[in-house]
């Protein structure tokens, strides 16, 4: 359970100690975004073997699929709210981290705390930083879910698809899914496919060089490995003064993947994929959110490291019976420790610092039985298993002002073992040929443990806790394809987030902080324009958020914080619109727009940022200087208005095709936590970002000039326990690759 403090490494978990507070740390985006979907690009050079060209400039969008619901369906068909883009398209929007995916979604926020990340999607997620709070948006890779909420600099690199799935995933996505869940896939070993490729070499500013590559090797008729790599330098965004020791904020990124697929018939497939991490940030440097200086010049007097380690092992087996029955094993192993070094204050004046190195290994089993998709009725049935622990070492997390004086530090080791189980179905009957009605539900126990010893400011510790938490979710949906090109449905849904514990703070064992829960209305409109040259996806929703969890000051001791609920609902309504549109003359362009209302039930709380003594219960109060109303607030990462674009139009010149690109997106203002205090940093304004790039593709060859955030904003991607961190600055370069 860790206390995290800072950014993704300082896991808050409900301690806030007022001389000592939490920094929230934003990682500057990384520049480069991965090449083009290797296997859609060799194909659009007409690669032997590969399918034809999807002729973007003379021909309607590809059908686009999603998973959500462990089978394949055309997304203009589906009841599910979503944003899914290939390989290709994260080239041309710059997306090479999952920081930047809210550049491209409706009503996302990726707030990112340097190695861990704030993901919220309609304001639903994960506000408090720290291991005790599961993410309320669960990232998926190649089938399983991550780490949640850390470890999140993972690039993007041979990537298929990412598909973005807005609203509550309360049956497929389990306890956790209650703002939504990313699907990340990557590429697929090929049997079948040949020997082919693609290398990869970029160049950049702040001395950016990049390299990037993937090959697909057929060993047999049935059986086939492929290999991908990434690797990355970078230098810093940051000039800090100090005296300081360790990183200043400078990448050294290196991944790799290896896949293995045996596939001897259509009855029969095993796939195995095995990515390995080593991640340095270097640091992630902030300064006050009150600071006049430019958030790139920063002030330092503690050792800077922000390295993130891990591995992730994915075995997925598929059994396909006579008569149409799926079986699918997914078994997944995941191991990374990650380690972190900050200044607190922000300041080479002050003495508050930050040290920690935390193990996580996640367990997890997913089974499926599948109904083949042909005639009325469908039908699926499901059962999920995880274990995830953390381990905090003895003098690896510290909070200290200064290091060194065990007077004034805070001190945790220990063990927080989290356990879930699950079993969930869906059945599904077309009641016309034009409509169809499904229900679905899951049924979850989770259970999460402490056991942990804390010397707090000389005074020794021990919390030995159990807390557990049942629930059950689903949803009924019904669609109506309105014609060939229009398709409505509605849906009532829900989801849950299991509950955690609180650490001791000398008060004895503090109560667990309980489930939230929300409750979702939707309702969408998809269709096909212009003989299918535009699709679009239309969808307004209303949410009721029951008992958000949130961290406070101790009504009786403010002090100290607190994890708890609030007490009354918060009510989130909106409306979100997504097209695309390509044409014959080589014009192409997407446009997404979220509209978004939030608004808390009353709710008294102390800032646990501010020193206090008045009582306030958090039902009653009374209202006083330093207990306020919460009531009337909005939502924490919940901005009113995201707006997202791109435009392009390609240009042939003989065996040459040039495509200029811009990509513009906005995200309005909105709150880092339920306080709104402006002085303490709470307002996070809003982002506007323009990006353009240049493609110049003859062949197998493809040569991209590149840059993001051209009109060079400086602005502050993130705030936290009265620290901000810069979003990156203007970055550009040029990025070539050779597909084989």
């Given at each position: 359970?860790?206390?995290?403090?800072?950014?993704?490494?300082?896991?808050?978990?409900?301690?806030?100690?007022?001389?000592?507070?939490?920094?929230?740390?934003?990682?500057?985006?990384?520049?480069?975004?991965?090449?083009?979907?290797?296997?859609?690009?060799?194909?659009?050079?007409?690669?032997?073997?590969?399918?034809?060209?999807?002729?973007?400039?003379?021909?309607?969008?590809?059908?686009?699929?999603?998973?959500?619901?462990?089978?394949?369906?055309?997304?203009?068909?589906?009841?599910?709210?979503?944003?899914?883009?290939?390989?290709?398209?994260?080239?041309?929007?710059g997306i090479g981290v999952v920081d930047q995916?809210?550049?491209?979604?409706?009503?996302?926020?990726?707030?990112?705390?340097?190695?861990?990340?704030?993901?919220?999607?309609?304001?639903?997620?994960?506000?408090?930083?720290?291991?005790?709070?599961?993410?309320?948006?669960?990232?998926?890779?190649?089938?399983?879910?991550?780490?949640?909420?850390?470890?999140?600099?993972?690039?993007?690199?041979?990537?298929?698809?990412?598909?973005?799935?807005?609203?509550?995933?309360?049956?497929?996505?389990?306890?956790?899914?209650?703002?939504?869940?990313?699907?990340?896939?990557?590429?697929?070993?090929?049997?079948?496919?040949?020997?082919?490729?693609?290398?990869?070499?970029?160049?950049?500013?702040?001395?950016?060089?990049?390299?990037?590559?993937?090959?697909?090797?057929?060993?047999?008729?049935?059986?086939?490995?492929?290999?991908?790599?990434?690797?990355?330098?970078?230098?810093?965004?940051?000039?800090?003064?100090?005296?300081?020791?360790?990183?200043?904020?400078?990448?050294?990124?290196?991944?790799?993947?290896?896949?293995?697929?045996?596939?001897?018939?259509?009855?029969?497939?095993?796939?195995?994929?095995?990515?390995?991490?080593?991640?340095?940030?270097?640091?992630?440097?902030?300064?006050?959110?009150?600071?006049?200086?430019?958030?790139?010049?920063?002030?330092?007097?503690?050792?800077?490291?922000?390295?993130?380690?891990?591995?992730?092992?994915?075995?997925?087996?598929?059994?396909?019976?006579?008569?149409?029955?799926?079986?699918?094993?997914?078994?997944?192993?995941?191991?990374?420790?990650?380690?972190?070094?900050?200044?607190?204050?922000?300041?080479?004046?002050?003495?508050?610092?930050?040290?920690?190195?935390?193990?996580?290994?996640?367990?997890?089993?997913?089974?499926?039985?599948?109904?083949?998709?042909?005639?009325?009725?469908?039908?699926?049935?499901?059962?999920?298993?995880?274990?995830?622990?953390?381990?905090?070492?003895?003098?690896?997390?510290?909070?200290?002002?200064?290091?060194?004086?065990?007077?004034?530090?805070?001190?945790?080791?220990?063990?927080?073992?989290?356990?879930?189980?699950?079993?969930?179905?869906?059945?599904?009957?077309?009641?016309?040929?034009?409509?169809?009605?499904?229900?679905?539900g899951r049924f979850s126990k989770a259970r999460?443990?402490?056991?942990?010893?804390?010397?707090?400011?000389?005074?020794?510790?021990?919390?030995?806790?159990?807390?557990?938490?049942?629930?059950?979710?689903?949803?009924?949906?019904?669609?109506?394809?309105?014609?060939?090109?229009?398709?409505?449905?509605?849906?009532?849904?829900?989801?849950?987030?299991?509950?955690?514990?609180?650490?001791?703070?000398?008060?004895?064992?503090?109560?667990?902080?309980?489930?939230?829960?929300?409750?979702?209305?939707?309702?969408?409109?998809?269709?096909?324009?212009?003989?299918?040259?535009?699709?679009?996806?239309?969808?307004?929703?209303?949410?009721?958020?029951?008992?958000?969890?949130?961290?406070?000051?101790?009504?009786?001791?403010?002090?100290?914080?607190?994890?708890?609920?609030?007490?009354?609902?918060?009510?989130?309504?909106?409306?979100?619109?997504?097209?695309?549109?390509?044409?014959?003359?080589?014009?192409?362009?997407?446009?997404?727009?979220?509209?978004?209302?939030?608004?808390?039930?009353?709710?008294?709380?102390?800032?646990?940022?501010?020193?206090?003594?008045?009582?306030?219960?958090?039902?009653?109060?009374?209202?006083?200087?330093?207990?306020?109303?919460?009531?009337?607030?909005?939502?924490?990462?919940?901005?009113?208005?995201?707006?997202?674009?791109?435009?392009?139009?390609?240009?042939?010149?003989?065996?040459?095709?040039?495509?200029?690109?811009?990509?513009?997106?906005?995200?309005?203002?909105?709150?880092?936590?339920?306080?709104?205090?402006?002085?303490?940093?709470?307002?996070?304004?809003?982002?506007?970002?323009?990006?353009?790039?240049?493609?110049?593709?003859?062949?197998?060859?493809?040569?991209?000039?590149?840059?993001?955030?051209?009109?060079?904003?400086?602005?502050?991607?993130?705030?936290?326990?009265?620290?901000?961190?810069?979003?990156?600055?203007?970055?550009?370069?040029?990025?070539?690759?050779?597909?084989?």
């Open positions: 359970m860790k206390i995290r403090i800072h950014k993704h490494r300082a896991r808050w978990v409900g301690l806030t100690v007022a001389t000592l507070q939490c920094s929230g740390l934003v990682h500057a985006q990384a520049p480069d975004a991965p090449p083009a979907n290797e296997a859609e690009k060799a194909a659009a050079a007409g690669k032997p073997g590969k399918a034809e060209k999807s002729d973007r400039d003379a021909s309607a969008p590809q059908v686009v699929t999603v998973t959500a619901q462990r089978r394949t369906e055309p997304l203009q068909t589906s009841s599910t709210s979503a944003t899914v883009l290939s390989g290709e398209d994260l080239s041309r929007a995916l809210q550049f491209s979604t409706p009503s996302a926020t990726v707030n990112n705390f340097g190695q861990g990340i704030n993901f919220d999607i309609r304001g639903i997620g994960k506000a408090e930083t720290n291991t005790q709070t599961t993410t309320g948006v669960i990232i998926y890779r190649d089938g399983v879910a991550t780490f949640p909420g850390y470890f999140a600099e993972e690039p993007y690199y041979d990537i298929a698809s990412v598909q973005i799935l807005r609203g509550p995933q309360g049956t497929f996505g389990g306890q956790n899914a209650t703002g939504g869940a990313v699907i990340v896939d990557s590429n697929d070993p090929d049997p079948k496919g040949g020997y082919h490729g693609y290398a990869s070499v970029q160049a950049g500013n702040y001395h950016d060089l990049g390299l990037q590559g993937a090959f697909n090797l057929p060993l047999t008729s049935t059986l086939a490995a492929r290999v991908a790599i990434n690797a990355e330098n970078r230098d810093s965004f940051y000039d800090i003064a100090g005296p300081w020791t360790g990183g200043n904020g400078a990448l050294r990124s290196r991944s790799a993947r290896v896949g293995l697929l045996y596939k001897p018939g259509p009855a029969f497939s095993m796939l195995l994929k095995t990515d390995v991490n080593t991640i340095n940030m270097g640091a992630y440097p902030a300064d006050p959110v009150n600071s006049p200086s430019d958030p790139f010049d920063i002030t330092a007097n503690a050792q800077q490291k922000a390295l993130d380690r891990f591995l992730r092992s994915v075995l997925k087996t598929d059994v396909n019976f006579d008569n149409g029955v799926k079986l699918r094993s997914i078994t997944g192993y995941q191991h990374g420790n990650t380690t972190y070094r900050a200044d607190l204050d922000g300041t080479s004046t002050g003495n508050q610092a930050f040290v920690d190195s935390v193990y996580e290994t996640i367990w997890s089993q997913e089974l499926n039985l599948i109904s083949p998709d042909a005639g009325p009725f469908t039908w699926l049935l499901g059962a999920y298993a995880q274990k995830d622990t953390y381990t905090f070492p003895a003098g690896e997390y510290i909070i200290g002002a200064p290091l060194g004086d065990p007077t004034k530090e805070y001190s945790l080791s220990g063990k927080n073992p989290k356990r879930t189980a699950a079993v969930f179905g869906q059945v599904a009957y077309q009641l016309t040929d034009r409509t169809k009605l499904s229900v679905d999460t443990s402490n056991d942990v010893s804390v010397l707090q400011f000389g005074t020794p510790l021990h919390d030995e806790q159990t807390a557990k938490f049942t629930n059950f979710s689903g949803k009924v949906a019904l669609d109506w394809k309105l014609t060939d090109d229009h398709f409505l449905y509605a849906f009532v849904a829900n989801a849950a987030r299991p509950g955690g514990l609180n650490v001791p703070v000398g008060l004895g064992a503090p109560a667990p902080f309980e489930a939230e829960t929300v409750k979702t209305l939707e309702a969408g409109w998809k269709s096909s324009w212009l003989d299918k040259h535009v699709q679009s996806q239309a969808s307004v929703f209303y949410n009721k958020y029951d008992d958000f969890q949130v961290t406070i000051a101790y009504p009786a001791l403010p002090t100290f914080g607190i994890e708890l609920n609030t007490i009354n609902p918060t009510h989130i309504y909106g409306f979100e619109e997504q097209l695309q549109a390509h044409f014959g003359n080589g014009w192409a362009a997407k446009a997404n727009v979220g509209w978004l209302h939030s608004k808390l039930g009353t709710f008294y709380a102390n800032d646990p940022r501010v020193a206090g003594s008045a009582p306030c219960a958090p039902a009653t109060g009374p209202a006083s200087s330093n207990c306020v109303n919460l009531g009337g607030h909005q939502q924490t990462y919940a901005p009113e208005l995201t707006l997202s674009g791109s435009l392009e139009r390609s240009f042939v010149f003989g065996e040459n095709v040039i495509t200029p690109r811009v990509n513009v997106a906005y995200i309005s203002s909105q709150w880092g936590t339920l306080f709104e205090n402006r002085s303490l940093g709470d307002r996070l304004d809003s982002r506007k970002l323009v990006g353009a790039q240049v493609d110049w593709t003859r062949g197998d060859f493809l040569a991209t000039l590149y840059g993001t955030n051209l009109s060079d904003d400086h602005y502050i991607a993130a705030v936290g326990s009265r620290l901000r961190y810069a979003g990156a600055p203007r970055q550009y370069g040029l990025r070539i690759t050779q597909f084989f």
